[in-house]
Protein backbone atom coordinates (compact mmCIF):
# COMPACT_ATOMS: atom_id res chain seq x y z
CA UNK A 1 0.00 0.00 0.00
CA UNK A 2 2.82 2.44 0.81
CA UNK A 3 5.43 1.61 -2.36
CA UNK A 4 1.25 1.93 -4.15
CA UNK A 5 1.31 6.03 -2.60
CA UNK A 6 4.42 6.22 -3.52
CA UNK A 7 4.67 5.85 -7.00
CA UNK A 8 1.26 7.67 -7.27
CA UNK A 9 3.14 10.90 -5.77
CA UNK A 10 6.81 10.15 -7.45
CA UNK A 11 6.97 11.22 -10.84
CA UNK A 12 9.93 13.79 -12.66
CA UNK A 13 8.99 17.24 -13.12
CA UNK A 14 11.46 18.84 -16.53
CA UNK A 15 11.43 22.09 -18.13
CA UNK A 16 11.29 26.12 -16.83
CA UNK A 17 7.73 26.03 -17.47
CA UNK A 18 6.92 22.14 -16.06
CA UNK A 19 8.85 23.00 -12.83
CA UNK A 20 7.05 26.33 -12.54
CA UNK A 21 3.87 24.65 -12.94
CA UNK A 22 4.41 22.18 -10.33
CA UNK A 23 6.04 24.72 -7.86
CA UNK A 24 3.08 27.52 -8.50
CA UNK A 25 0.21 24.70 -8.19
CA UNK A 26 1.93 23.67 -4.53
CA UNK A 27 1.98 27.23 -3.33
CA UNK A 28 -1.54 28.35 -4.83
CA UNK A 29 -3.13 25.26 -2.67
CA UNK A 30 -0.55 26.03 0.21
CA UNK A 31 -2.07 29.62 -0.28
CA UNK A 32 -5.55 29.02 -0.10
CA UNK A 33 -5.19 27.18 3.03
CA UNK A 34 -2.94 29.82 4.42
CA UNK A 35 -5.60 32.27 3.20
CA UNK A 36 -8.19 30.11 5.00
CA UNK A 37 -6.07 29.99 8.00
CA UNK A 38 -5.84 33.73 8.28
CA UNK A 39 -10.03 33.79 7.73
CA UNK A 40 -9.97 31.82 10.54
CA UNK A 41 -7.57 33.77 12.81
CA UNK A 42 -9.17 37.38 11.75
CA UNK A 43 -13.19 35.85 12.31
CA UNK A 44 -12.25 34.80 15.93
CA UNK A 45 -9.82 37.75 16.89
CA UNK A 46 -10.00 40.53 14.54
CA UNK A 47 -7.26 42.79 14.72
CA UNK A 48 -6.24 42.61 18.66
CA UNK A 49 -3.89 42.08 21.15
CA UNK A 50 -4.63 38.85 21.02
CA UNK A 51 -3.17 38.01 17.62
CA UNK A 52 -0.43 40.54 18.38
CA UNK A 53 0.70 37.76 20.86
CA UNK A 54 0.23 34.60 18.54
CA UNK A 55 2.02 36.27 16.10
CA UNK A 56 4.76 37.63 18.16
CA UNK A 57 5.85 34.18 19.45
CA UNK A 58 6.99 33.10 16.01
CA UNK A 59 9.45 35.45 16.12
CA UNK A 60 11.84 33.55 17.76
CA UNK A 61 11.17 29.83 16.83
CA UNK A 62 11.02 31.46 12.89
CA UNK A 63 14.42 32.88 13.55
CA UNK A 64 15.88 29.85 14.27
CA UNK A 65 14.59 27.89 12.07
CA UNK A 66 15.41 30.34 8.87
CA UNK A 67 18.77 30.07 10.62
CA UNK A 68 19.89 26.50 11.28
CA UNK A 69 17.28 25.14 8.41
CA UNK A 70 19.17 27.06 5.83
CA UNK A 71 22.66 24.98 6.99
CA UNK A 72 20.61 21.74 5.89
CA UNK A 73 19.33 23.64 3.05
CA UNK A 74 18.20 21.32 -0.11
CA UNK A 75 20.62 24.04 -1.99
CA UNK A 76 23.40 22.68 -0.46
CA UNK A 77 22.66 18.76 0.12
CA UNK A 78 21.14 17.97 -3.24
CA UNK A 79 24.25 18.70 -4.88
CA UNK A 80 26.41 16.52 -1.85
CA UNK A 81 24.06 13.53 -2.54
CA UNK A 82 24.00 13.54 -6.21
CA UNK A 83 27.57 13.05 -6.25
CA UNK A 84 27.88 10.31 -3.84
CA UNK A 85 27.04 6.67 -3.87
CA UNK A 86 23.79 5.19 -1.86
CA UNK A 87 25.73 4.42 0.58
CA UNK A 88 28.00 7.19 0.78
CA UNK A 89 24.59 9.16 0.77
CA UNK A 90 23.55 7.14 3.97
CA UNK A 91 26.75 8.21 6.01
CA UNK A 92 26.40 11.65 4.86
CA UNK A 93 22.75 12.02 5.87
CA UNK A 94 23.70 10.40 9.08
CA UNK A 95 26.49 12.39 9.96
CA UNK A 96 23.83 15.78 8.73
CA UNK A 97 21.04 14.26 10.65
CA UNK A 98 22.69 13.74 14.02
CA UNK A 99 24.88 17.28 13.62
CA UNK A 100 21.69 18.89 13.12
CA UNK A 101 19.58 17.52 15.69
CA UNK A 102 22.26 18.46 18.39
CA UNK A 103 22.83 22.21 17.34
CA UNK A 104 19.06 23.08 17.01
CA UNK A 105 17.77 21.23 19.82
CA UNK A 106 20.56 23.49 21.69
CA UNK A 107 19.93 26.45 20.28
CA UNK A 108 16.22 25.71 20.84
CA UNK A 109 17.04 25.01 24.59
CA UNK A 110 19.05 28.22 25.15
CA UNK A 111 16.42 30.54 23.40
CA UNK A 112 13.57 28.79 25.84
CA UNK A 113 15.97 29.52 28.51
CA UNK A 114 16.22 32.71 27.56
CA UNK A 115 12.82 33.60 26.31
CA UNK A 116 11.23 36.09 29.25
CA UNK A 117 14.24 38.22 28.61
CA UNK A 118 14.10 38.55 24.95
CA UNK A 119 11.04 39.07 24.52
CA UNK A 120 10.70 41.42 26.79
CA UNK A 121 13.04 43.56 25.24
CA UNK A 122 11.50 42.61 21.87
CA UNK A 123 7.73 43.50 23.54
CA UNK A 124 7.95 45.70 26.41
CA UNK A 125 4.17 47.13 25.34
CA UNK A 126 3.16 43.50 26.17
CA UNK A 127 5.10 42.89 29.01
CA UNK A 128 3.93 46.35 30.43
CA UNK A 129 0.25 44.69 29.65
CA UNK A 130 0.74 41.80 31.82
CA UNK A 131 1.15 39.32 28.86
CA UNK A 132 4.48 38.46 28.96
CA UNK A 133 3.94 35.20 31.09
CA UNK A 134 1.48 33.72 27.85
CA UNK A 135 4.24 34.47 25.45
CA UNK A 136 6.85 33.12 26.41
CA UNK A 137 4.47 29.89 26.65
CA UNK A 138 3.74 29.83 23.30
CA UNK A 139 7.01 30.86 22.19
CA UNK A 140 8.78 27.88 23.94
CA UNK A 141 6.50 25.37 22.73
CA UNK A 142 6.38 26.91 19.26
CA UNK A 143 10.70 26.56 19.55
CA UNK A 144 9.69 23.01 18.37
CA UNK A 145 8.82 23.68 15.12
CA UNK A 146 12.33 24.84 13.99
CA UNK A 147 13.65 20.86 14.80
CA UNK A 148 10.78 19.48 12.91
CA UNK A 149 10.87 22.03 10.11
CA UNK A 150 14.84 21.55 9.96
CA UNK A 151 14.48 17.95 9.57
CA UNK A 152 12.15 18.01 6.86
CA UNK A 153 14.80 19.93 5.10
CA UNK A 154 16.95 16.97 5.24
CA UNK A 155 13.91 14.60 4.43
CA UNK A 156 13.07 16.77 1.76
CA UNK A 157 16.69 16.71 0.14
CA UNK A 158 16.31 13.23 -0.22
CA UNK A 159 12.69 13.08 -1.61
CA UNK A 160 13.79 15.81 -4.27
CA UNK A 161 17.13 13.78 -5.08
CA UNK A 162 14.79 11.30 -6.43
CA UNK A 163 12.85 13.77 -8.13
CA UNK A 164 9.35 13.27 -5.51
CA UNK A 165 8.28 17.04 -5.73
CA UNK A 166 4.77 15.89 -5.71
CA UNK A 167 4.87 14.23 -1.90
CA UNK A 168 7.15 17.00 -0.67
CA UNK A 169 4.74 20.13 -2.35
CA UNK A 170 2.01 18.26 0.57
CA UNK A 171 4.50 18.93 3.11
CA UNK A 172 3.05 22.95 3.38
CA UNK A 173 -0.03 21.53 2.67
CA UNK A 174 -0.31 19.46 5.93
CA UNK A 175 1.54 22.37 7.86
CA UNK A 176 -1.35 24.89 7.31
CA UNK A 177 -3.80 21.91 7.97
CA UNK A 178 -2.28 21.69 11.63
CA UNK A 179 -1.98 25.33 12.14
CA UNK A 180 -5.94 25.54 11.23
CA UNK A 181 -6.37 22.18 13.51
CA UNK A 182 -5.43 24.45 15.92
CA UNK A 183 -7.65 27.18 15.67
CA UNK A 184 -10.74 25.20 14.54
CA UNK A 185 -10.25 22.08 17.27
CA UNK A 186 -7.49 23.15 19.69
CA UNK A 187 -8.01 26.48 20.51
CA UNK A 188 -11.90 25.96 21.85
CA UNK A 189 -10.05 23.38 24.14
CA UNK A 190 -6.92 24.91 25.74
CA UNK A 191 -7.26 28.38 24.54
CA UNK A 192 -3.71 29.90 23.14
CA UNK A 193 -1.87 27.11 24.39
CA UNK A 194 -4.15 25.00 21.30
CA UNK A 195 -2.95 27.74 18.65
CA UNK A 196 0.58 26.82 19.96
CA UNK A 197 0.17 23.25 19.92
CA UNK A 198 -1.38 23.24 15.80
CA UNK A 199 1.57 25.41 15.00
CA UNK A 200 3.62 22.25 16.29
CA UNK A 201 1.17 19.72 15.06
CA UNK A 202 1.80 21.47 11.12
CA UNK A 203 5.40 20.89 11.51
CA UNK A 204 5.33 17.59 12.61
CA UNK A 205 3.29 16.76 9.60
CA UNK A 206 5.31 18.58 7.37
CA UNK A 207 8.33 15.91 8.09
CA UNK A 208 5.75 13.34 8.78
CA UNK A 209 4.70 12.82 5.14
CA UNK A 210 8.20 12.42 3.82
CA UNK A 211 9.97 9.73 6.35
CA UNK A 212 8.25 7.11 4.93
CA UNK A 213 9.26 7.28 1.63
CA UNK A 214 13.29 8.21 2.78
CA UNK A 215 12.46 4.95 4.76
CA UNK A 216 11.63 3.18 2.04
CA UNK A 217 14.54 4.22 0.01
CA UNK A 218 17.13 2.91 2.54
CA UNK A 219 17.39 5.46 4.68
CA UNK A 220 17.46 5.97 8.38
CA UNK A 221 17.54 1.56 8.80
CA UNK A 222 19.41 1.76 12.03
CA UNK A 223 19.85 4.92 14.16
CA UNK A 224 22.12 7.66 12.44
CA UNK A 225 25.72 7.68 14.12
CA UNK A 226 28.21 10.68 13.05
CA UNK A 227 30.26 8.84 10.47
CA UNK A 228 32.02 11.61 9.06
CA UNK A 229 32.32 14.60 10.99
CA UNK A 230 34.20 16.39 8.47
CA UNK A 231 31.75 16.85 5.61
CA UNK A 232 29.21 18.35 8.41
CA UNK A 233 31.81 20.89 8.83
CA UNK A 234 32.05 21.26 5.22
CA UNK A 235 28.38 21.30 4.47
CA UNK A 236 28.09 23.99 7.52
CA UNK A 237 30.76 26.34 5.77
CA UNK A 238 29.17 26.22 2.90
CA UNK A 239 25.67 27.23 4.28
CA UNK A 240 26.85 29.93 6.49
CA UNK A 241 26.61 33.29 4.00
CA UNK A 242 23.06 31.66 2.52
CA UNK A 243 22.33 31.33 6.30
CA UNK A 244 23.43 34.42 7.63
CA UNK A 245 21.07 36.30 4.46
CA UNK A 246 18.07 34.26 5.24
CA UNK A 247 18.74 35.23 8.85
CA UNK A 248 18.88 38.75 8.25
CA UNK A 249 15.61 38.74 6.70
CA UNK A 250 13.99 36.97 9.72
CA UNK A 251 15.19 39.88 11.51
CA UNK A 252 14.19 42.82 9.53
CA UNK A 253 10.78 41.16 10.23
CA UNK A 254 11.20 40.75 14.26
CA UNK A 255 12.48 44.49 13.80
CA UNK A 256 9.25 45.32 12.44
CA UNK A 257 6.80 43.85 14.55
CA UNK A 258 8.49 44.79 17.58
CA UNK A 259 7.70 48.63 16.09
CA UNK A 260 4.45 47.57 15.57
CA UNK A 261 4.14 46.15 19.07
CA UNK A 262 5.00 50.09 20.18
CA UNK A 263 1.98 51.07 18.19
CA UNK A 264 -1.51 50.42 18.95
CA UNK A 265 -2.68 47.43 20.00
CA UNK A 266 -3.80 45.08 16.65
CA UNK A 267 -0.64 46.71 14.46
CA UNK A 268 1.24 43.77 14.83
CA UNK A 269 -1.95 41.34 13.75
CA UNK A 270 -2.64 44.10 10.95
CA UNK A 271 0.88 44.15 9.54
CA UNK A 272 0.74 40.53 9.78
CA UNK A 273 -2.27 39.55 7.81
CA UNK A 274 -1.60 42.50 5.25
CA UNK A 275 1.88 40.61 4.63
CA UNK A 276 0.27 37.10 4.46
CA UNK A 277 -1.84 38.66 1.42
CA UNK A 278 0.71 39.81 -0.02
CA UNK A 279 3.18 36.99 0.42
CA UNK A 280 0.21 34.85 -1.86
CA UNK A 281 0.76 36.39 -5.78
CA UNK A 282 4.55 36.32 -4.08
CA UNK A 283 5.04 33.08 -3.85
CA UNK A 284 2.90 32.04 -6.89
CA UNK A 285 5.15 34.23 -8.98
CA UNK A 286 8.08 35.77 -7.90
CA UNK A 287 9.20 32.47 -5.47
CA UNK A 288 8.03 30.15 -8.11
CA UNK A 289 9.86 31.29 -11.17
CA UNK A 290 13.01 32.24 -9.46
CA UNK A 291 13.05 28.63 -7.58
CA UNK A 292 12.36 26.59 -10.68
CA UNK A 293 15.10 28.75 -12.43
CA UNK A 294 18.16 27.85 -10.01
CA UNK A 295 18.80 24.19 -11.19
CA UNK A 296 18.78 25.67 -14.70
CA UNK A 297 20.57 28.50 -14.07
CA UNK A 298 23.63 26.32 -11.89
CA UNK A 299 23.95 24.01 -14.94
CA UNK A 300 24.37 26.52 -17.21
CA UNK A 301 26.84 28.45 -15.06
CA UNK A 302 28.92 25.02 -14.36
CA UNK A 303 29.35 24.56 -18.39
CA UNK A 304 30.88 27.80 -18.48
CA UNK A 305 27.60 28.88 -20.93
CA UNK A 306 27.80 32.43 -19.36
CA UNK A 307 25.72 33.88 -22.27
CA UNK A 308 23.26 31.28 -21.96
CA UNK A 309 23.46 31.66 -18.05
CA UNK A 310 22.25 35.32 -18.38
CA UNK A 311 19.45 34.26 -21.44
CA UNK A 312 17.63 32.18 -18.84
CA UNK A 313 17.52 34.79 -15.84
CA UNK A 314 16.23 37.36 -18.18
CA UNK A 315 13.93 35.13 -19.93
CA UNK A 316 12.74 34.49 -16.05
CA UNK A 317 13.03 37.96 -14.97
CA UNK A 318 10.51 39.27 -18.33
CA UNK A 319 8.32 36.86 -17.25
CA UNK A 320 8.52 37.72 -13.02
CA UNK A 321 7.56 41.36 -14.22
CA UNK A 322 5.55 40.16 -17.05
CA UNK A 323 3.04 39.00 -14.16
CA UNK A 324 3.85 40.74 -11.09
CA UNK A 325 3.23 44.32 -12.29
CA UNK A 326 -0.48 43.86 -13.17
CA UNK A 327 -0.94 42.05 -10.32
CA UNK A 328 0.61 44.89 -8.27
CA UNK A 329 -1.73 47.02 -10.50
CA UNK A 330 -5.41 45.55 -9.56
CA UNK A 331 -4.29 44.53 -5.70
CA UNK A 332 -3.94 48.52 -5.18
CA UNK A 333 -7.29 49.07 -6.73
CA UNK A 334 -8.61 46.03 -5.22
CA UNK A 335 -7.45 46.18 -1.98
CA UNK A 336 -10.44 46.44 0.42
CA UNK A 337 -12.62 43.89 -1.80
CA UNK A 338 -9.51 41.47 -1.46
CA UNK A 339 -8.91 41.84 2.17
CA UNK A 340 -13.10 42.07 3.02
CA UNK A 341 -13.87 39.03 0.85
CA UNK A 342 -11.00 37.19 2.42
CA UNK A 343 -10.87 38.20 6.41
CA UNK A 344 -14.06 40.38 6.74
CA UNK A 345 -16.45 38.25 8.54
CA UNK A 346 -16.87 37.87 13.00
CA UNK A 347 -14.60 39.86 15.02
CA UNK A 348 -12.74 41.81 11.92
CA UNK A 349 -14.64 44.58 11.63
CA UNK A 350 -14.66 47.56 9.21
CA UNK A 351 -12.15 49.98 10.71
CA UNK A 352 -9.63 46.42 10.43
CA UNK A 353 -10.71 46.20 6.58
CA UNK A 354 -9.60 49.55 5.75
CA UNK A 355 -6.66 49.60 7.59
CA UNK A 356 -5.30 46.04 6.21
CA UNK A 357 -6.02 47.12 2.76
CA UNK A 358 -3.84 50.19 3.20
CA UNK A 359 -1.14 48.36 4.59
CA UNK A 360 -1.68 45.65 1.65
CA UNK A 361 -1.50 48.40 -1.30
CA UNK A 362 1.84 50.36 0.49
CA UNK A 363 3.25 46.24 0.74
CA UNK A 364 2.04 45.45 -3.26
CA UNK A 365 4.10 48.48 -4.27
CA UNK A 366 7.24 46.32 -4.12
CA UNK A 367 6.03 43.10 -5.46
CA UNK A 368 7.84 42.97 -8.66
CA UNK A 369 10.93 44.32 -7.54
CA UNK A 370 10.74 41.46 -4.31
CA UNK A 371 10.51 39.03 -7.00
CA UNK A 372 13.14 40.29 -9.08
CA UNK A 373 14.82 40.40 -5.67
CA UNK A 374 14.08 36.36 -5.01
CA UNK A 375 15.27 35.96 -8.87
CA UNK A 376 18.46 37.82 -9.04
CA UNK A 377 19.91 35.91 -5.48
CA UNK A 378 19.37 32.79 -6.81
CA UNK A 379 21.34 33.93 -10.06
CA UNK A 380 24.04 34.30 -7.44
CA UNK A 381 23.85 31.32 -5.40
CA UNK A 382 24.32 29.73 -8.94
CA UNK A 383 27.48 31.05 -9.81
CA UNK A 384 28.95 30.74 -6.30
CA UNK A 385 28.59 34.39 -5.46
CA UNK A 386 26.76 33.57 -1.53
CA UNK A 387 28.48 36.72 0.09
CA UNK A 388 26.31 39.57 -2.61
CA UNK A 389 23.39 38.37 -1.37
CA UNK A 390 23.93 38.57 2.58
CA UNK A 391 25.86 42.30 2.09
CA UNK A 392 22.40 42.97 0.37
CA UNK A 393 20.53 41.33 2.91
CA UNK A 394 22.60 43.24 5.81
CA UNK A 395 22.04 46.49 4.17
CA UNK A 396 18.54 46.25 3.98
CA UNK A 397 17.70 44.80 7.01
CA UNK A 398 19.36 47.94 8.63
CA UNK A 399 17.49 50.32 6.33
CA UNK A 400 14.10 48.83 6.61
CA UNK A 401 14.22 48.81 10.38
CA UNK A 402 15.62 51.99 10.35
CA UNK A 403 13.34 53.74 8.15
CA UNK A 404 10.15 51.79 10.05
CA UNK A 405 11.68 54.09 13.41
CA UNK A 406 11.89 57.31 11.73
CA UNK A 407 8.97 56.86 9.49
CA UNK A 408 6.49 56.55 12.84
CA UNK A 409 7.77 59.51 14.52
CA UNK A 410 7.24 61.29 10.93
CA UNK A 411 3.74 60.02 11.05
CA UNK A 412 3.51 61.92 14.41
CA UNK A 413 3.59 64.90 12.51
CA UNK A 414 -0.65 65.93 11.71
CA UNK A 415 0.16 67.20 8.60
CA UNK A 416 1.94 63.89 7.04
CA UNK A 417 -0.18 61.47 8.84
CA UNK A 418 -3.65 63.42 7.32
CA UNK A 419 -2.14 63.37 3.69
CA UNK A 420 -1.20 59.23 4.27
CA UNK A 421 -4.56 58.55 5.48
CA UNK A 422 -6.35 60.89 3.05
CA UNK A 423 -4.15 58.93 -0.06
CA UNK A 424 -4.77 55.40 1.35
CA UNK A 425 -8.89 56.30 2.06
CA UNK A 426 -8.39 56.15 6.39
CA UNK A 427 -9.30 58.88 7.36
CA UNK A 428 -9.74 58.87 11.00
CA UNK A 429 -9.15 55.45 11.13
CA UNK A 430 -7.13 54.43 14.78
CA UNK A 431 -3.77 52.88 14.14
CA UNK A 432 -2.63 54.37 10.72
CA UNK A 433 0.73 54.83 12.10
CA UNK A 434 1.37 51.09 11.36
CA UNK A 435 1.23 52.39 7.73
CA UNK A 436 4.93 53.78 8.10
CA UNK A 437 5.99 49.85 8.85
CA UNK A 438 4.63 48.85 5.16
CA UNK A 439 6.21 51.97 3.48
CA UNK A 440 9.59 51.39 4.93
CA UNK A 441 9.49 47.80 4.16
CA UNK A 442 8.30 48.90 0.17
CA UNK A 443 10.74 51.36 0.01
CA UNK A 444 13.79 49.64 1.25
CA UNK A 445 12.83 46.66 -1.19
CA UNK A 446 12.55 48.55 -4.37
CA UNK A 447 15.81 50.30 -3.51
CA UNK A 448 17.36 47.04 -2.29
CA UNK A 449 16.12 45.23 -5.40
CA UNK A 450 17.77 48.13 -7.80
CA UNK A 451 21.19 47.61 -6.27
CA UNK A 452 20.80 44.07 -6.94
CA UNK A 453 19.78 44.79 -10.80
CA UNK A 454 22.96 47.39 -10.96
CA UNK A 455 25.54 45.13 -9.62
CA UNK A 456 24.44 42.13 -11.43
CA UNK A 457 24.46 43.89 -14.53
CA UNK A 458 27.87 44.93 -13.74
CA UNK A 459 29.14 41.66 -12.71
CA UNK A 460 27.84 39.67 -15.71
CA UNK A 461 26.58 42.55 -18.48
CA UNK A 462 23.98 42.25 -21.15
CA UNK A 463 21.24 41.44 -18.59
CA UNK A 464 19.41 45.16 -18.56
CA UNK A 465 19.42 45.02 -22.36
CA UNK A 466 17.53 41.29 -22.37
CA UNK A 467 15.20 42.69 -19.77
CA UNK A 468 14.23 46.53 -20.42
CA UNK A 469 11.60 46.06 -22.56
CA UNK A 470 9.62 43.77 -21.71
CA UNK A 471 9.70 45.55 -18.56
CA UNK A 472 8.29 48.26 -20.33
CA UNK A 473 5.46 46.76 -21.79
CA UNK A 474 4.47 45.08 -18.85
CA UNK A 475 4.76 48.67 -16.62
CA UNK A 476 1.91 49.65 -19.33
CA UNK A 477 -0.24 46.91 -19.36
CA UNK A 478 -0.37 46.77 -15.68
CA UNK A 479 -1.39 51.07 -15.79
CA UNK A 480 -3.97 49.83 -18.13
CA UNK A 481 -4.86 46.83 -16.01
CA UNK A 482 -5.19 48.85 -12.70
CA UNK A 483 -7.35 51.89 -15.10
CA UNK A 484 -9.72 49.41 -16.76
CA UNK A 485 -10.53 47.68 -12.55
CA UNK A 486 -10.84 51.39 -11.02
CA UNK A 487 -13.34 52.19 -14.12
CA UNK A 488 -15.69 49.59 -14.06
CA UNK A 489 -15.60 49.91 -10.21
CA UNK A 490 -16.99 53.30 -10.63
CA UNK A 491 -19.51 52.16 -13.03
CA UNK A 492 -20.84 49.43 -10.95
CA UNK A 493 -20.55 51.54 -7.73
CA UNK A 494 -17.65 51.01 -4.70
CA UNK A 495 -18.36 48.61 -1.45
CA UNK A 496 -19.70 50.47 2.15
CA UNK A 497 -20.04 49.25 4.66
CA UNK A 498 -23.65 47.98 4.34
CA UNK A 499 -22.25 45.59 1.23
CA UNK A 500 -22.90 41.65 1.87
CA UNK A 501 -19.83 39.31 1.24
CA UNK A 502 -21.40 37.80 -1.86
CA UNK A 503 -21.37 41.90 -3.41
CA UNK A 504 -18.05 42.45 -2.43
CA UNK A 505 -17.00 39.30 -3.91
CA UNK A 506 -19.37 39.35 -7.07
CA UNK A 507 -18.03 43.31 -7.82
CA UNK A 508 -14.18 42.82 -6.96
CA UNK A 509 -13.73 39.63 -8.94
CA UNK A 510 -15.55 41.03 -12.00
CA UNK A 511 -13.06 44.42 -12.03
CA UNK A 512 -10.50 42.12 -11.63
CA UNK A 513 -11.22 39.74 -14.61
CA UNK A 514 -12.26 43.03 -16.54
CA UNK A 515 -8.49 44.48 -15.56
CA UNK A 516 -6.59 41.20 -16.76
CA UNK A 517 -8.82 41.18 -19.79
CA UNK A 518 -7.39 44.62 -20.20
CA UNK A 519 -3.63 43.99 -19.60
CA UNK A 520 -3.72 41.04 -22.05
CA UNK A 521 -5.05 42.93 -25.09
CA UNK A 522 -2.21 45.53 -23.94
CA UNK A 523 0.32 42.91 -24.25
CA UNK A 524 -1.07 41.69 -27.45
CA UNK A 525 -1.21 45.37 -28.84
CA UNK A 526 2.15 45.67 -27.97
CA UNK A 527 3.70 42.47 -29.17
CA UNK A 528 4.43 41.29 -26.45
CA UNK A 529 7.11 38.29 -26.34
CA UNK A 530 6.11 36.89 -23.23
CA UNK A 531 2.74 36.99 -23.93
CA UNK A 532 2.87 35.08 -27.18
CA UNK A 533 5.06 32.45 -25.71
CA UNK A 534 2.22 32.30 -23.28
CA UNK A 535 -0.79 31.72 -25.53
CA UNK A 536 1.64 29.07 -27.56
CA UNK A 537 2.03 27.02 -24.42
CA UNK A 538 -1.42 26.83 -24.20
CA UNK A 539 -2.33 25.97 -27.87
CA UNK A 540 0.47 23.46 -27.38
CA UNK A 541 -1.02 21.88 -24.01
CA UNK A 542 -4.66 21.97 -25.22
CA UNK A 543 -2.69 20.22 -28.43
CA UNK A 544 -1.21 17.38 -26.04
CA UNK A 545 2.13 18.54 -27.14
CA UNK A 546 4.60 18.52 -24.34
CA UNK A 547 8.22 19.69 -24.08
CA UNK A 548 10.64 18.48 -21.88
CA UNK A 549 13.67 19.50 -21.19
CA UNK A 550 16.27 17.25 -18.83
CA UNK A 551 16.08 20.07 -15.49
CA UNK A 552 14.49 19.98 -12.28
CA UNK A 553 13.04 22.28 -9.80
CA UNK A 554 14.90 22.78 -6.51
CA UNK A 555 12.64 23.58 -3.27
CA UNK A 556 13.70 24.59 0.02
CA UNK A 557 11.54 24.39 3.22
CA UNK A 558 13.44 27.63 5.14
CA UNK A 559 12.69 30.20 2.31
CA UNK A 560 9.07 31.50 3.74
CA UNK A 561 6.02 32.29 2.03
CA UNK A 562 2.52 31.91 2.89
CA UNK A 563 3.03 28.39 3.50
CA UNK A 564 5.15 29.61 6.82
CA UNK A 565 3.30 30.60 10.42
CA UNK A 566 3.90 34.42 9.41
Known sequence: MMNRALRLLSYEVRGLHAAVNMIALSAF???????LRDKLLAHTFGASQTLDIYYAAFRIPDLIFVGTGALVSVYILIPELSRRTFTDQREYIDSIIIGFSIFTVAVAALAALFAPALLASLFPKLNAAGHLGELVLLTRIMLLQPIFLGLSNIFGAITQVRQRYALY???????????ISGVVFFYPMWGML???????????????????????????????????????????????????????????FIGLVALAATLTPGSIAVYMLASNLQAVPLAIIGASYSVAAFPILAAAFARGERDLFIEH???????VVFWSLP???????????????????????????????AVLGLLSLSLAAQGIAFLLV????ASGRTFVPFFVSLLTATATVGLGALLIGVFQNPLIADLAQSIL??????GSSVLALALAHTVVSILGAIVLVIHFERRFGGFLSRVWGGWVQSAIASLAAGLGAYGLLVVIGPITLASTTLSVI???????????????????????????EILEAIRGRLRGIKVLVPQSAVVSAEEGGPTTPQ
Open 313 to 319: IATAARL
Open 29 to 35: LSSLLAL
Open 506 to 532: TKGFAAGMFGLIVAGLTYALLGSREFA
Open 425 to 430: RVVNVP
Open 327 to 357: ALALIIVLRAYIVRAILGSGAFDWTDTRLTA
Open 194 to 252: GLALGVVLGAFMHVGIQAPSAFADGFFRSLPRLRRPRVLWETATISIPRALALSLNQIT
Open 169 to 179: ALSPLLYNIGI
Open 378 to 381: RGYY
